[in-house]
């Protein structure tokens, strides 16, 4: 039987509830307060049969690319029935959710995958290589603190709503000339507003601890004390080199009867090349995936700083308008895309979207062999627009 896609219906509410607590919630009842949808999201429904066997969440937002930003679509909840699977309703939410994205005019889409290879299908990929440091508390560099350091105090709530949305703003909003900094030093960061810090606080139901090292804020993490062996810190970032050494200094206190201490940093994080010893376990943690909608759109936002051209071919089956071949000319003044004949750069949208990012770099695909490139000039030309950078997102929609 044929599926179909279309938006949430208040109708659509047991339906959703039962698909949603079954895949994300281990088949506990749907918390009654969290609305459906909820504030800057836009749900859909996937039909079969007359019945509703599948559901998605879009929540637009910007993600950083080099030194821009690009619309981007977050999609989230992405579950179909169990009595459902295995008769492509996955196969068709997939390739309407990119069609809706393309539609409204989004560059990019971002979200974290349980299963990649089912999203590889559908023209996602990973990109950014993200580390997950375990440091023995004894084992956590003694710093000079530098800065000061606090603990925030936060509002004892669940879920926002329009009455207490300027509180959470002003609650939230100390971090965020920190977190906007940290953001811009990599590509596949979203540039956050209150809602986003929202769903921050919501990965699980305990109130969390925020410490922010400086006034104004120059490092900030965000945790809740552990009952177990390791103190986990579920957001780490900073500004400054001095803004995470006097929060990494107070971290470890937080961590005293503790064993361990962990958190998440990007490949060039300061930890690995500064401060690693044996007994500290680095582990490459899953990193977000991307699909690029609009291919010459994401290349005429680019803001190159030298000047040069080449011609692309992008396979994409599933936005098939992303193909070309494209005729790319950029210079400081920036990037012009038209439509040509023939392509001396070919890779498929997968591999675009990590060229795109920067980690792995298209010189990096290029060496794997996972990209055909014509010449070595066109190859210059590539690198001078799409050079290495490192990637990293904080998200989990």
Not at 184 to 203: C, D, F, P, V
Request: hydrophobic share 40%; proline share 5%; net charge negative.
């Amino acid at each position: 039987m044929a599926v179909s896609v279309r938006e949430y219906r208040e109708a659509d509410r047991e339906q959703y509830e039962l698909i949603w607590t079954a895949a994300f919630h281990g088949g506990e009842a749907y918390p009654t307060e969290r609305p459906v949808p909820g504030a800057s999201e836009t749900v859909y429904v996937a039909e079969r049969e007359g019945r509703v066997t599948g559901t998605f969440t879009i929540r637009p937002s910007e993600v950083s690319c080099r030194n821009t930003t690009l619309s981007c679509g977050g999609v989230a909840a992405v579950a179909v029935s169990a009595d459902s699977r295995k008769h492509g309703v996955g196969r068709v939410m997939m390739t309407s959710l990119a069609e809706i994205m393309r539609e409204e005019g989004l560059i990019v889409g971002n979200l974290r995958a349980s299963h990649e290879s089912f999203y590889r299908r559908f023209g996602w990929e990973s990109c950014g290589r993200e580390v997950r440091i375990t440091c023995p508390v004894s084992l956590v560099p003694q710093f000079e603190s530098a800065l000061p350091v606090r603990q925030m105090r936060l509002t004892d709530f669940k879920f926002v709503n329009e009455d207490n949305r300027s509180l959470l703003q002003e609650e939230w909003s100390p971090l965020n000339t920190c977190y906007d900094e940290f953001s811009r030093a990599y590509s596949g960061m979203i540039i956050r507003e209150s809602m986003r810090w929202a769903r921050l606080r919501m990965t699980s139901g305990s109130l969390p601890y925020v410490f922010v090292a400086g006034d104004p804020v120059e490092a900030y993490a965000v945790l809740r004390i552990s009952s177990t062996r390791d103190q986990d810190v579920v957001e780490f970032a900073w500004s400054t080199l001095e803004g995470y050494q006097s929060l990494l200094v107070t971290l470890a206190g937080v961590a005293i009867n503790h064993a361990t201490l962990s958190w998440t940093e990007p490949s060039n994080g300061p930890f690995l090349s500064t401060w690693f010893t044996q007994g500290v376990e680095a582990q490459l943690r899953k990193p977000s995936m991307f699909q690029v909608l609009d291919v010459p759109g994401s290349l005429s936002l680019l803001q190159p700083v030298c000047s040069g051209s080449f011609t692309l071919e992008v396979g994409d089956e599933i936005l098939p308008a992303n193909h070309g071949p494209w005729r790319v000319s950029y210079a400081p003044e920036g990037v012009d895309v038209e439509p040509c004949d023939t392509a001396e750069v070919r890779m498929t949208i997968q591999h675009y979207a990590q060229a795109l990012m920067g980690e792995p770099s298209f010189a990096d695909l290029l060496t794997y062999g996972l990209v055909s490139c014509g010449s070595d000039q066109a190859a210059q030309a590539v690198n001078g627009l799409l050079d290495p950078q490192v990637t990293y997102n904080l998200e989990i929609f």
